[in-house]
């Protein structure tokens, strides 16, 4: 079954205190993987997306990576307003043009000043 | 330039009565989407139409309908809503290969 994994649920930092969120799978075949935030009573907001192992994207303090396993999103001396939920998504192999997603479960970042 | 439009932001519903969730984009998309989110369990699909005048089943259609009414509108329908469907939509819409623009939700509670 496919499947996609988002760890820790939560996740508490000072600001300025780096770390980083998980994103595991287990698909048939990766066709792309995106990340996403999303704010209290918003939409997701688009981040990133990534293709093939080793590729890596950076916006601002935030850093996407991608393994073949699992992909790390960095997040290098945060500031309040980076607090957020975090969502990762996998695009398979074989959905065409559907667009489909399989969603993980995010992970809530809150960074106190 | 609005992006992707739901309305209403809220409803409450009793058991058994029906509704239409609206979604209207303005970005000419040819892709739209219905999520449901719910806590602990991540965005599940619903329906989907890949172009104007397809929809398809998602992860979990059961209990629901859609119309791709044009190109800008995609509508969710609860014929008979259950308390399982409380729960916040999404609608969403993209061009070809391209990431996903999501709307602000509808967010619904059957009691």
């Known amino acids: 079954e496919d499947q996609v994994t988002q760890s820790p649920e939560a996740l508490r930092l000072q600001e300025g205190e780096s770390s980083s969120l998980n994103c595991s799978y287990t698909?048939?075949?990766?066709?792309?993987l995106f990340w996403y935030r999303q704010d209290p009573g918003k939409g997701p907001e688009f981040l990133f997306t990534?293709?093939?192992a080793g590729e890596e994207k950076e916006k601002e303090r935030l850093k996407a990576t991608l393994t073949k396993k699992e992909s790390f999103l960095h997040i290098t001396a945060p500031k309040p307003e980076d607090s957020a939920t975090y969502l990762c998504?996998?695009?398979?192999?074989?959905?065409?043009?559907?667009?489909?997603?399989?969603f993980g479960q995010g992970t809530t970042l809150q960074v106190k000043p | 330039n609005a992006g992707v439009t739901q309305t209403p932001k809220f409803q409450v519903l009793k058991t058994g009565q029906s509704m239409t969730l609206q979604c209207a984009q303005d970005?000419?998309?040819?892709?739209m989407y219905w999520y449901r989110q719910d806590p602990g369990m991540g965005l599940r699909l619903i329906y989907y139409?890949?172009?104007?005048?397809?929809?398809d089943k998602g992860e979990v259609p059961n209990g629901y309908n859609v119309s791709r009414l044009n190109k800008r509108e995609f509508s969710l329908r609860l014929e008979s809503a259950a308390p399982s469907q409380t729960s916040v939509y999404f609608c969403?819409?993209?061009?070809?290969?391209?990431?996903?623009?999501f709307g602000n939700g509808t967010r619904l509670t059957v009691t």
């Open positions: 698909v048939s075949g990766l066709r792309g």
């Open positions: 970005m000419n998309h040819n892709s």
């Open positions: 990534l293709y093939s």
């Open positions: 969403a819409s993209r061009p070809l290969d391209s990431p996903l623009h």
């Open positions: 998504a996998v695009q398979l192999h074989g959905s065409g043009n559907t667009g489909k997603l399989i």
């Open positions: 139409s890949a172009s104007e005048g397809t929809t």
